[in-house]
């Protein structure tokens, strides 16, 4: 497989994925913006709750290992860093299988600066590059009140 086939069917996946959050979102009747072009790298969509919006980027595994993979570093080789640096969002909604969790993304940068020492290290070779994610229980975000699953 070329890379090029790679890149679309994560793009594929991406476009599918986004149907269960915007299904979500229309259920409990957020306001969503939803960002394309350049300013998509910063985060996915805004939403609007209370009527405060607030910038969410949105990540998605098709399987339930009962832990979430936050991206260290985009690709090991060239340094690039991972989302958890770039992103500019209030929030992470991710998805896992038929679960949704919103993630505080302050706070799990704060936990993972704390705790990056003891934090478990998974290479994905999968996509653009070697991309290093850490691996974290979802019991532990939510021990912590940095997660909280919504559905």
Known sequence: MNLMETKQE???FERQTR???????????????RII???NKDFDC??????????VEEKYRSHDYNDCLVETMQDT??????????????????????????????????????????????ISSKGWGRTENVVIDWYTLKANKIAKQLR
């Open 19 to 33: 149907k269960v959050f915007d299904e979500y979102y229309k259920e409990r009747d957020f306001g969503v913006k």
């Open 10 to 12: 994560f793009f594929e």
């Open 77 to 122: 080789e060239t340094q690039a860093p991972g989302w958890l640096y770039y992103t500019k969002a209030d929030y992470i909604m991710y998805g896992v299988a038929n679960k949704i969790y919103c993630i505080d993304l302050p706070g799990l940068k704060k936990f993972i600066t704390k705790n990056k020492d003891n934090l478990n290290k998974k």
């Open 37 to 39: 072009g350049e300013a």
């Open 46 to 55: 805004e939403v609007n709750l209370g009527g405060k919006w607030y910038k």
